[in-house]
């Protein structure tokens, strides 16, 4: 049974959906506080050599083994790679790239429901006046953390189901749908960027009052912008650097794979994953790093920030501060934020729908509309846990399993199909078929040897990350008899400790309590 074939409209709705899966709530809310928390100018060095050596590469492979598998008419990552090694196994190693977006888009469109809501309450002035501490309260109290069992978050749930309705009334048009949003959220998206990037270059000193002693935007610019090389060699600075570079160019999901998988065969890849890939960039390392932190530093200092960074400046600390620009200033500009952020991760969160969709599709032979339904559903079964328990740390256990481990471990192993099983030399000649650019011959080089085994070390790091992540201090321990003392972020400890910490939480007696912290492995 064959199914009319979908491709894309045109060449630039194709970029602009790729530029949006790639530029999402990662640039601005993910980007500026990794930088911060991992020593700013000390951050960028290894950011970029990370985004040349896997990144890029990542891009490369992960476009032309989703164009090679339309070809086949397979649009889903089982398919796709099933077709490019013998054993069976790739298909299961495929499923990676289902389950990911499903735990992964649970929670984004939950983030997406915040921006929603938060471009409402700018418009009708509900943070005006507010004290910083109020406007923390008020986002507290929208999560529910200051609920208790008894009380029920309409109001949250109700925005969380309506964000979800709209991305699977958007799939369920395919890819004409997402190319639409694409098309008028990424402009929007970019413009709403500059204006406030904008007031965040010019700000400078001019937060400082009685209120506000001491602050200077330039102060986080420079923090972020003096590069710095003491920490080339923290294997801590290095996990970061490439977490992040994973996260934001949505490489190691599956969803760049669906993506390609409607172009046609004839059509360039290379030129567009670099250019989609450099969009990313653009909007992560220029607008993402104007916004947040000199505008924060502006008026709180650097010092606050350096204490507070974290995803919550977002949404409890930016609608105070542009309050300090007087009341229509303060909505216009809560719109601009709320509304990038919404455009940010929507079209993220629809190329989170597609691989479910897609290999519905390839298993089933399902139209969009039951992917589309299907999918919905099973985000809001994945979700419900995120919103209802958000004080229990739901979310953070997903964005740790489905945001940041399984992406490494796919990577991984889909960098080792495509060089060593699919071949370095057949794969070439897919990225290169109907290139309109000259890859450096280098890439090949890079790709076949130096991509897998970063990837092999950023796994490797990550499953035995030390405590407090000093590892110097570690190796020498090691090395004189000691021990290896793993950090709350290691996998291997991570795996040991799977539910305990939920278990604790919703323990109820003290004897319950400490039966159960015995059991925690430290
Ligand atoms: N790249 C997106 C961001 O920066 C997140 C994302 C990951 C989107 C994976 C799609 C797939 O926020
Ligand atoms: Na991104």
């Known amino acids: 049974k064959l199914m009319p074939r979908e491709a894309w409209g045109s060449r630039l709705g194709l970029i602009l959906a790729m530029a949006g899966n790639a530029v999402g709530l990662g640039n601005f809310l993910r980007f500026p506080v990794q930088a911060v928390q991992n020593g700013g100018g000390a951050f960028i060095f290894p950011y970029l050599i990370c985004f040349l050596l896997m990144g890029i590469p990542l891009l490369f492979i992960e476009w032309s083994s989703g164009r090679y598998g339309g070809k086949f008419n397979n649009h889903s990552t089982p398919y796709i790679m099933d077709g490019m090694g013998n054993s069976k196994v790739w298909k299961y190693v495929g499923v990676f790239g289902i389950f990911t977006n499903i735990a992964v888009v649970a929670y984004y469109t ?15 002035g509900t943070f005006k006046g507010l004290s910083q501490a109020e406007v923390a309260v008020f986002f507290n109290d929208y999560v529910g953390e200051l609920s208790s069992y008894t009380w029920f978050p309409f109001e949250t749930v109700f925005f969380y189901v309506l964000v979800l309705s709209l991305n699977i009334y958007i799939l369920s048009k395919g890819l004409g749908g997402i190319e639409k949003v694409a098309k008028i959220g990424m402009p929007l998206l970019i413009l709403f960027g500059v204006i406030l990037a904008f007031r965040g270059l010019t700000l400078g000193e001019s937060g400082k009052s009685d209120l506000f002693p001491d602050a200077n935007a330039w102060d986080g610019l420079n923090f972020l912008w003096t590069p710095q090389f003491d920490s080339l060699t923290n294997p801590k600075v290095w996990l970061a650097a490439a977490g992040q570079i994973f996260f934001t160019l949505s490489v190691g999901m599956g969803t760049i794979q669906c993506y390609a998988a409607f172009i046609k065969a004839n059509e360039d890849i290379a030129l567009n994953a670099v250019s989609a890939g450099f969009m990313n960039e653009f909007v992560e390392v220029v607008l993402g790093s104007s916004i947040v932190i000199p505008i924060a530093a502006g008026y709180l200092g650097l010092d606050w920030v350096l204490k507070n960074a974290g995803f919550g400046m977002a949404f409890q600390t930016m609608p105070f501060l542009f309050q300090q ?13 709320f509304g990038l952020l919404f455009f940010a991760g929507i079209t993220s969160s629809l190329a989170m729908g597609t691989p479910w969709m897609s290999f519905m599709k390839d298993e ?5 509309n039951k ?4 999918f919905g559903m099973l985000a809001l079964t994945m979700g419900l846990p995120t919103v209802l328990l958000y004080q229990f740390g739901v979310f953070d256990e997903y964005d740790y399993w489905a945001g940041t481990v399984s992406l490494v471990i796919f990577a991984l192993l889909e960098s080792v199909l495509f060089s060593w099983v699919f071949g370095i030399d057949k794969g070439w000649n897919e990225i290169n078929e109907g290139s309109d650019i000259k890859i450096p011959q280098v890439y090949k080089f890079i790709i076949k040897y130096v991509t897998p085994l970063l990837l092999l070390f950023v796994f490797i790091g990550a499953l035995i990350s030390p405590y407090q992540n000093e590892w110097a201090e570690n190796i020498s321990s090691i090395m004189n008899g000691g021990n ?32 159960i912290q015995d059991k925690i492995f430290y």
Request: proline content about 0%; hydrophobic content about 50%; cysteine-free.
């Open 364 to 368: 089933f032979g399902w139209g969009r």
């Open 371 to 374: 992917g589309a339904w299907s």
């Open 110 to 124: 939950y983030i997406e429901s915040w921006s929603l809501v938060y471009i409402l309450h700018s418009v009708v």
């Open 325 to 337: 620009w007087g009341e229509t200033a303060a909505a216009f500009a809560g719109v601009l934020w």
């Open 484 to 515: 290896w003392v793993l950090d709350n972020s290691s996998i291997i400890k991570n795996i040991s400790n799977f539910g305990l910490k939920e278990q604790f939480l919703l323990a109820h007696t003290d004897k319950e309590k400490s039966f």
